[in-house]
């Protein structure tokens, strides 16, 4: 089967994916992504943040490159829900591929009010933005503390049958801690990690690069931390963990899978190239072949 990795498909919450490979969220665009490559050589694709209304994003500039990643804070700029469902998800379902909406809100409410309009489409699953460093309220002020995401939880399962994949922060002391508040909340999956709170300083004023002040920190110089918190967290828990951050070959992909997730997500690296999901398919069908299907260390 086109796609396949060698490990078959991965059933992810009842929601088969014909390889463990999607798209990090706010990174994929169908429009530009077919000129490249054909979308359905990826178990899934997850779309960007979207709200119940919609969103301006921060001032520009809310780019500024590092030397092993980028900062951005974009703050999740998107046309709300409605357009969302009439435009881009329309899209994607009429190719056929199994779709991942990322969810966004200010308040709790905000959550459950695109839940609940996502939950009335075909849409696959939903993924709940816990952890954008970008956006004033909301975001990562619920993905810090578990009592937060467990409430944004328990409301969203509430309004919606859709499997809900919660996305956990690496700005966080204590990460495992999070995953288990999200758990017992009814999250029927995790994935990790969303940026690292970041920040550069323009030398000749002496002020920040970026007009938001900090930035979300993606790419190659993040990746031993997900790494880390992708194996702390699969150990604590017992739902599918979805890993990223940093991920730019089918090797980094295969990493993951040995620290413990049952599914990868590529970012960044389809910035810098964009058939980069495609390509990792393939590099990670190799690796499977190179070092026998993943196996979880001790
Ligand atoms: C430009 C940009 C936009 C992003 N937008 C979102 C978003 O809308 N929702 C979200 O949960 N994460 C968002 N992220 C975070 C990514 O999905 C991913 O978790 C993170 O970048 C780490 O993976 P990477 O190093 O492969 O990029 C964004 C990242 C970037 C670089």
């Known amino acids: 089967m086109k796609g396949d990795t060698g490990m078959g498909a991965t059933n992810i919450c009842g929601v088969i994916w014909k390889n463990p490979v999607t798209t990090a969220a706010g990174t994929f665009s169908y429009r530009e992504s077919v000129k490249y490559y054909d979308p359905s050589a990826l178990g899934a694709i997850t779309t ?26 974009v703050g999740l700029e ?14 994607l379902k009429k190719q056929g591929l199994v779709v991942v909406a990322n969810v966004a809100g200010h308040q709790v409410e905000e959550y459950c009010q695109v839940a609940e309009k996502l939950s009335a ?42 499997p809900v994949i919660v996305k956990l922060s690496p700005n966080v ?12 909340a009814g999250a029927d999956a995790l994935s990790l990690i969303n940026t690292l709170v970041g920040m550069r300083l323009d030398l000749a004023t002496g002020r920040p690069i970026l007009a938001n002040g900090t930035g979300g920190l993606s790419g190659p110089a993040v990746k031993p931390v997900a790494v880390r918190m992708v194996y702390q967290v699969s150990r604590a828990v017992g739902v599918p963990v979805i890993g990223m951050g940093g991920i730019m070959t089918g090797e980094d ?9 049952v599914a990868v997500a590529v970012g960044t690296a389809a910035l810098l190239d964009p058939a980069a999901p495609a390509r990792i398919v393939r590099e990670l069908e190799a690796a499977v072949e190179k070092y026998g299907a993943p196996r979880r260390g001790a």
């Open 78 to 91: 998107n046309p709300g829900v409605d357009d969302y469902i009439e435009n881009e998800l329309a899209t």
């Open 121 to 162: 489409t075909d849409v696959d699953m939903l993924e709940l933005n816990v952890s954008c460093p970008n956006v004033a309220e909301g975001g990562l002020a619920f993905g810090t503390d578990p009592k937060a995401v467990a409430e944004v939880v328990t409301a969203v399962k509430s309004r919606t049958r859709k």
């Open 173 to 184: 002391a204590d990460v495992v801690g999070i995953a288990q508040a999200a758990e017992a």
């Open 48 to 73: 960007k943040g979207v709200s119940p209304t919609p969103w301006k994003g921060n001032p520009l500039p809310r780019i500024a490159e590092t030397p092993a990643g980028m900062l951005n804070a």
């Open 253 to 261: 992909a295969y990493e993951f899978l040995l620290a413990g997730a």
